[in-house]
Every structure is written in C-alpha cells, then in structure tokens.
C-alpha cells in the first residue's frame, strides 16, 4: 500500500521528524507520496486541501490543527477510525483535551501525533551568559534581559512578520497579562468584556513595546530562519512553539549547554496547547489497509517517544516515558500533566485550538495590523471587539 499525506513540514527540524514517520512506514511496507505545502499555522495547506477535496481526490490522511478537523468532520469528508481506536485503546491514553478534537460525534476521525505548546522563549545560552542574564521570571525581567541584548547589538527578539507568528507571541501575552483564566474569556470564551478591557489595552501595549526588539528585516520571514538567529548568537531570544526545539536539535544544539528552554514569564504552570492530528479522508477500499496502518503507526507508543524527540513536541499518550526525551521535552511533559491537572491547560488561538477559523483570522488580521504600527493599542482593542463579533 501507499499513502499520500498532505503536510507543512518543511523546515529542517520538521522534515527530520516526519523522517522517523516514514521510515516506520517504510519498515511496514507503506509507501509514502509526499504533499509539502509550506506555512506554519497550516493556512497554506488548508487553501490546497479545499481544493483537493472540490475535485473529489483527496489525500489518504492531512495535518490538521484544532477546529479546522471539527470543520471537515461537519463536511462529511473524514473517514471513520473508531474500530482501530477502540481496538488499540485509544481512548484511555489520549488526554481528554487532546481527544476533543481527534472525534467528532462520538467517532473517532483523526490519530494525534503529538502536542505542542505556545507559551515558550527559546535564548542562545552564550549570549544569555556573556550579558550575565539567567531567565527572565516576570515582564519587567524580561524587558530588562530584551534592552541588555540590544544594547549589547545583538537582535533582541528574533521573529518572522507573518500572522500566525505574531499570534504566536499574542498567545502567550495575552496569558501573561491576564492570566489563564483571562486567555480563556478573551481567546476562548470570547467573552467582549474580556477583549474589550483595559487588560486587553496592556496586552496590545506590551505588543508594541515588543515590537521595539526585532530587527529591520523582520517582515515576512520565516519562523525557521527567525530560529536560525538565535542558532547562530546572532540573536538573544525567540518567542515561538516548541517546534523550534527541533531546530535546535537538529542543528546539533543542546538545551542547557547551547540553548535555554523557558516558559513565557508570568505564564509558568500554564500550556497553551496545539496538537498536530492526522486526519484521514474518504478514499478508495484499495487504499484503506495503508490508511489504517498508517493511524496506528502514528498512535505506536515507541514511535510517539522516537518522533517527539526530534519534533521537539511531546506524546499525545499519557503512557509514553520521558526518558528518551531532553531536559526541555522533560520539562514539557511535566508541564502538561500539572497543567491538565490543574485545569490551566487551554487551546492556542494562534494555532487553530481556541477558536473556529473565521474568528482565529480575524484575531490575525488585528494582530499583525497592530504589530505593525497601523493602530495604537486603543483602536486595536476596539477593532479586535469588532472583527471577533462579525466573525462569529
Ligand atoms: C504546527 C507545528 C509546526 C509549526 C510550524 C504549527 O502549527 O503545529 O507542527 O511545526 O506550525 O510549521
């Protein structure tokens, strides 16, 4: 058999990761047709999906985030794996969270392959050292930390102008800010009380002054590149996922000797989440034995060890040991299990968790708008009470 799997993995830690995947594959005897669509977020390849399914010839099973799974489910497209869910057992290892988007109307749509968080800073350790700076634990740490990074001429803030990227930074100010329970309101609930508080105007404030760090160059670049500068000390610090781990990884790099790994100050204790899943469509009878090889592959506990390691993401089993894992991957497991403990654990509205996609985009819009100077933090908070009301 053969499958073919839409994807945006294209960056060098990414593809290091889908590696393991198709080389487990392979050792099964499954062909693997490759479908790259570059874009983190997945924008990109959501738009070559539609387009797919229009023409009635769909991938065999495509990346997906969040309630962009609901909105194919809703449209009668996925396939069913409920019988291979409930012969593996998957519904006693997959966090509940997590689950939430693998099904829908009680059947089981897509094999979650790990989970992400948002809420993290990613600093090269020499510069951190050279400067005397240890983690910043508070925003008037880290503010301090950004201006001796800067002033030292280093780029303080390595980041990509592009949507998702800002709201990746958006995610964790918002939860820094207000807290989860705010994050939650606001990006969630999306309660306009929330959105429209003067909390909101601090966040999008602090937006601005975070702007003030990254460097002339920074419009349109990708989040790999933007990794890239920290990589190579050309930068202190990058806000992003930890799929920036598998940068690092995959540069050679070790957290605590080259890099440091640490929560989004004043968000310890909390995980904004996104897991990628793998949903299969409806395809031919000849290709359903790949298909259903391929889920349970991806739900393998010793494949969720070999490819978080790499991916710089963790399991999406509870019943998966961390002990092939790093200090960062180490620390993201504990993190998710008190998190989802304690119930500080929420989706990502920067990564498709927290809200459908028409509200999520229009939380973009006003982002990226703002980040880039075209309102000050007052409009900004009027139009993002707007555009989530008109998008819903
Ligand atoms: C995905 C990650 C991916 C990142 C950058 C996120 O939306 O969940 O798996 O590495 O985008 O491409």
């Known amino acids: 058999g053969q499958v073919e799997v839409l994807h945006w993995w294209t960056s060098g830690g990414e593809a290091a990761a889908l590696n393991v995947l198709k080389e487990d594959l392979q050792s099964k005897g499954i062909g693997w047709q490759d479908m790259p669509v570059a874009g983190g977020g997945g924008e990109q390849a959501m738009t070559v999906l539609r387009a797919r399914v229009t023409a009635g010839n769909p991938p065999t099973a495509v990346q997906m985030l969040g309630y962009d799974i609901r909105d194919w489910a809703e449209q009668g497209v996925v396939a069913d794996l409920s019988e291979t869910a409930k012969a593996e057992g998957w519904a006693e290892v997959v966090p509940e969270p997590v689950q939430f988007f693998s099904t829908y109307d009680g ?24 400067l005397g700076l240890s983690e910043p634990t508070s925003w008037d740490e880290l503010i301090a930390a950004l201006d001796k990074i800067q002033e030292a ?64 160059n920074f419009s349109g670049r990708d989040w790999n590149l933007a990794s890239a500068m920290v990589i190579e000390g050309k930068a202190g610090m990058q806000m992003m996922g930890d799929w920036a781990k598998g940068e690092f990884i995959n540069a050679g790099q070790t957290p605590g000797e080259d890099f440091l790994c640490f929560r989004h100050p004043g968000t310890q204790g909390t995980v904004t989440f996104n897991t990628d899943q793998f949903v299969m469509f409806q395809v031919g009878e000849e290709q359903r034995p790949a298909q259903i090889e391929l ?74 708008a703002h980040f880039n100077g075209e309102y000050d933090s007052e409009t900004a908070v009027e139009e993002l009470v707007n555009a989530v009301e008109a998008a819903q």
């Open 295 to 368: 889920a349970k592959s991806i739900m393998e506990p010793s494949f969720q060890s070999s490819f978080n390691v790499v991916k710089g993401s963790v399991p999406a089993r509870t019943d998966v040991s961390d002990e092939a894992f790093d200090a960062c991957g180490k620390k993201a497991m504990a993190d998710l299990a008190e998190a989802n403990a304690n119930g500080t654990l929420y989706g990502s509205l920067a990564h498709g968790h927290a809200a459908p996609a028409a509200v999520k985009q229009a939380i973009y819009d006003v982002v990226t």
């Open 153 to 216: 001429g280093y780029v303080a803030l390595a980041h990509g102008g592009q949507d998702w990227q800002d709201a990746t930074i958006f995610d964790a100010v918002v939860n820094a800010t207000g807290g989860i329970e705010f994050y939650k309101a606001a990006l969630i609930d999306l309660d306009p009380e929330a959105l429209g508080s003067d909390t909101m105007k601090e966040v999008f404030d602090r937006m601005a002054k975070l702007r003030t760090y990254v460097d002339d």
């Open 107 to 130: 059947a089981w749509i897509a094999a979650p392959v790990n989970v992400h968080s948002t809420n993290w800073i990613w600093a090269n350790k020499q510069i951190f050292d050279e």
